[in-house]
């Protein structure tokens, strides 16, 4: 026997540790920092392991996975997991297709006599759900102890997975509340994308294989013989709706009403759901879950609308295994599959050449795709991506797409040879200089400079881009035929030109040649960190720029700036200060600031300031979602004036996240590490109190 005092310890552990993982898991807000939940599970198990008898299967230290299996026993479904019908037509139309569809066969049945035909009038109340893109699995719930979990199989029969399951810390090992006598809950495994990255970062630096997507990092894991491995896999979950049902006095009589229920049992729930009267409310949901899709933190390939009561959803039944009361809207793919014709490579404005895989025409994430960055050597190493392999291409939002594995099983025989880009490319195939790949660094660079065409492209477009000269209208196009009628060689160049040499480019009229003459004109008058940023040196980004500014002051103090003073700005390291002096240390580009400044080119100077004196000196912050009336822009324009600096990722150091409509894993992040969070109105107040602050030294 178990001594009481030892049994009620071991329970309330229990409790408390199951507590804080619905906390983490369900609810995404810890209560507790990790070490001390680590110290509450080492306790349990130290008990545990002194007291065997105290063994119990809902104790979340049984969630680490037992022994490998042989195999998967099989579970026959006593209600059957069902598949929905998809809707084709991925617009709004899809949701009126749907309604008339669900309107005609309530009709027949209020004819036939078998519906009340109050039931049945428009609107149809509908629930409106995300369609996850994970693994299906039904989880068994037997007076509120979960007992077995199976995957969806052909529908009729899954296969046993309770021990992988068990491993996933958002699923309760027991309810929470007055549980039925049996439960059988249905829902989707799926894997959080940050999660996944985590988790490859970690197997690319162990030099072990990748997950190929978060739907089969799901999938795969829950089909792992050896439990263990699962357990290290981090899975997630979200109830969408019931199996098998015995004893639940007071079931709920809609769909919305069940999941909340789940909820209150404290099962994952996903929040973006809502009921909808009629189509066209149906419509809107799925338009805005398509605006956000890539801010959800998780994989979904469309959404679901189920008409909400239960005794409509019976009435309605189901024809060819699929209810006739539920259909997937989907959206386009973000991921397809096809083939690479080529590999070639691009030369960037720092020299870089970056590979890029020519591929077979294919649409994916709304548009037609026919080449993908491959970043460097490295990667095309570790994805091990070669001419005329069948690959996996990812278009998502308005990001570059990108290869995301290749299938190995498709490469082509005899196996074509390994690429490599310094094999391929011994010389920049612009301008003919050597390529080197120096031994600290992923990129393979072309040694030419301002040389190469390709690399003065891309430092003129830096020099005009809107944070630096802000020249309008002096685009690649433009920029291309320049550099290739060798009428400008260096940004320098770029204020000798006259409006009628620019009339006489290529699309260019002579209203468009004489504005962007203007242009010309007018970026003459900037400010010395746009000038600096403008200049393009290498790791000078703006925010650095801004920061020599405003510690020299001028021009030529940054210029003749030694090691140590460019050390003692904010955030320049040794790398930063190394970039800076060779760039003044080089002539021609020493000539190119001299010509600039002969050409007009002017900004004021100040005695500059050693620390910025700002409200916000000396504080990070980070911007996430849209802000009511400020852009991005503005808004950082107006901190770093206040002497703040903003951070593109929430850590530890960062002081204040601000956050408008839509915000998405940053907030959350934010408030995992309980960073104070800021709306438009708070960081207004925040930047007004500072201008109050200059205005009374003013005053003084
Ligand atoms: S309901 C009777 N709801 O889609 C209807 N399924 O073809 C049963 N899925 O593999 C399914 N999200 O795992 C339902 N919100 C959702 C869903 C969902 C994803 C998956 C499900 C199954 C497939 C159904």
Redesign the pocket.
Known sequence: MVAPEVLARATALRQEIEQHNHAYYVLDAPTIPDAEYDRLFRELQALEADHPELAAPDSPTQRVGGKPLEGFAKVRHVVP????R?ETDTTAAGAHAFDALVRKKLDQLVRSGRLDAALAMPPIIYHA????????VSLRYERGLLVQAAT?GDGETGEDVTQNIRTIHAIPLRLKGEAPAVLEV???AYMRRADFERYNEMQRAAGKPLLVNPRNGAAGSIRQLDPKLCAQRPLAF?A??LGEVQGWTDQPETHSGTLDALAAFGLPV?AERAICRGPDELAAFHDAIEARRNSLGFD??GV?Y?VDSLALQAALGFASR??NW?V?HKYPAQEALTVVEAIDVQVGRTGALTPVARLKPVFVGGVTVTSATLHNQDEIDRKDVRVGDTIIVRRAGDVIPEVVGILPERRPQPEPPRYRILDSHPVCPVCGSHVVRLDDEAAVRCTGGLYCAAQRKQALLHFASRRAMDIEGLGDKLVDQLVERSLVHSPADVYRLDPATLAALDRMGEKSAANLAAAIEASKATTLARFIYALGIRHVGETTAKDLARHFGRLDALITASRDDLLAVRDVGPIVAESIQQFFAEPHNLDVVQRLREAGVTWPETAGVQQSAGKLAGKTLVLTGTLPTLTRDVARDRIEAAGGKVAGSVSKKTDYVVAGAEAGSKLARARELGVTILDETALLALLADDQVAEQKNIDF
């Open positions: 997991m069902l598949s929905i998809t759900e995300l369609k996850f893109d994970g693994l299906a969806r249905r829902g989707e979200f969408y709706g996903c979904i390939d679901v189920k699929e209810p539920a997937a």
